[in-house]
């Protein structure tokens, strides 16, 4: 099953314009991590926010988690067309996981 | 540093046939991963590998195999295709405690 769901399932905004993404899982976790994914090629990782964190940047992006809520959000700042991409959440849940359960992902259209 | 390489990157088989889909990485991770991509499905976990010599199933994996037989090596193995695994296959490896890298994706379509 999908641990992680993002929110919305699609986004179109203007160039300049700041994006916000949502995520929710379901169980209890160590971290999340945020990967995107360009089309037709394969996901990058973009930044990892663990469970005793609760925000986290990495230039234009910004990263908050809440535990009790079980939930994270992306805000990707002054968005340009090269953002243009799906933006996946991911859980890895417990410490002891090898696992990685990836959400069905934000589409994200940056228009110039 | 190429990363994580897969091959090959296109591939048409007819249903029945057997392939390996091959995935390398220079990165000297322990972890290994392959996942499916479907649309409106996200990702899902096939097989993964936990170090040289081990395997372990994930959420979808009826109809594959997998080997790890170099810590560097992951292959992904079908038997008798079928129209289901059509599909796009991505390999994954990360160290302990860190984000994935990705290999470009494998597109496989059984006719």
């Known amino acids: 099953s999908q641990q992680g769901e993002e929110d919305p399932q699609a986004l179109s905004i203007q160039e300049g314009e700041n994006a916000t993404m949502n995520c929710s899982y379901k169980t209890s976790i160590n971290n999340l991590q945020w990967y995107r994914q360009n089309s037709g090629r394969g996901l990058v990782h973009l930044i990892l926010?663990?469970?005793?964190?609760r925000e986290k940047h990495s230039g234009r992006l910004r990263v908050t988690l809440d535990t009790s809520k079980k939930s994270s959000s992306l805000l990707i700042t002054a968005s340009r067309a090269a953002d243009t991409a799906s933006y996946f959440c991911a859980s890895q849940s417990g410490a002891g996981s090898y696992q990685l359960t990836f959400g069905k992902g934000t589409k994200l259209s940056v228009i110039p | 540093n190429a990363g994580v390489t897969q091959t090959p990157k296109f591939r048409v088989l007819k249903t029945g046939q057997s392939m390996t889909l091959l995935c390398a990485q220079d990165?000297?991770?322990?972890?290994m991963y392959w996942y499916r991509q479907d649309p409106g499905m996200g990702l899902r976990l096939i097989h993964y590998?936990?170090?040289?010599?081990?395997?372990a199933k994930g959420e979808v994996p009826d109809g594959y195999n997998v080997s790890r037989l170099k810590k560097q090596n992951f292959l992904l193995g079908l038997e008798s295709a079928a129209p289901s695994q059509t599909s796009v296959y991505f390999c994954a490896s990360r160290p302990a405690n860190y984000g994935y890298t990705f290999g470009s994706g494998t597109r496989l379509t059984v006719v």
């Open positions: 926010i663990r469970s005793n964190e």
């Open positions: 990165m000297n991770h322990e972890y």
């Open positions: 590998s936990v170090g040289e010599g081990t395997t």
